[in-house]
């Protein structure tokens, strides 16, 4: 069973408003993601880092950030939430230097911005 | 570039069925990793397989079944004897062994819809 918690499960939030969605894992991995997933199922990768102070963006241009000042903890942060940002978010981990190790899932962040 | 095709957006099935969803991938890589994950209505992507480029045995745990074809660049999952448990979303990935900075991240296929009925 992997260990890694997202936070909240739910949200749904004004226009305008600033939000962090919690990422936190267990396992010491060093390697975290962010994953949007639109309701057509597919899943594009938004920010990912490999160690603390490492953040890189995906493939799918996002207005989020991302941090990464510790090691368990990967938050991601809207400055200003928009209707187009109403999505699920998933975040995963996976060990470093192991080549091929699968990424593990939290339970996602469904965010809906009204 | 890495792409992963799942051509079945959706599959309904009666239970007790057998079902296989196909995955197709394209990469330049020889050495890669194809996955399979499963998605159940709470949300969470949970791993079912992992296979390297260079293990083209199939594999057989309990109901599922893996059967991978470098010749045809697919990786495809049946499910035998079907139960409504199953009935998820099944997402097919690729990642790549080494290649600078996105090393070890993942490509995910579109995903297709498996529901089960009783």
């Known amino acids: 069973e992997a260990d890694i918690y997202q936070t909240p499960r739910y949200l749904v939030i004004g226009t305008g408003k600033k939000i962090t969605l919690e990422c936190s894992q267990t396992?010491?991995?060093?390697?975290m993601y962010w994953y949007q997933q639109d309701p057509g199922m597919e899943l594009h990768l938004i920010h990912y880092s490999y160690g603390v102070n490492s953040t890189e963006k995906g493939d799918l241009s996002s207005e989020s950030t991302v941090s990464r000042i510790r090691t368990e903890h990967f938050p991601l942060t809207l400055e200003s939430a928009r209707p187009s940002h109403t999505s699920q978010y998933l975040c995963a981990s996976s060990a470093l230097g192991a080549l091929g190790t699968e990424a593990f899932f939290g339970q996602g962040t469904r965010l809906t911005v009204v | 570039a890495q792409k992963v095709t799942q051509a079945q957006t959706e599959i309904s099935v009666v239970e007790k069925e057998d079902v296989t969803l196909d995955c197709v991938y394209e990469?330049?890589?020889?050495?890669?990793?194809l996955f399979w994950y499963k998605q159940p209505p709470s949300g969470e992507l949970v791993f079912l397989i992992r296979r390297n480029s260079f293990d083209e045995q199939n594999e057989i745990s309990g109901r599922y079944s893996w059967n991978f074809q470098k010749s045809t660049s697919s990786f495809n999952f049946t499910i035998t004897a079907s139960q409504v448990v199953d009935s998820a979303v099944y997402f097919c990935a690729l990642s790549e062994a080494a290649r600078g900075s996105t090393l070890g991240r993942l490509y995910f296929g579109r995903g297709t819809q498996l529901t089960v009925w009783p």
């Open positions: 396992m010491g991995h060093d390697k």
């Open positions: 990469t330049r890589d020889t050495t890669y990793y």
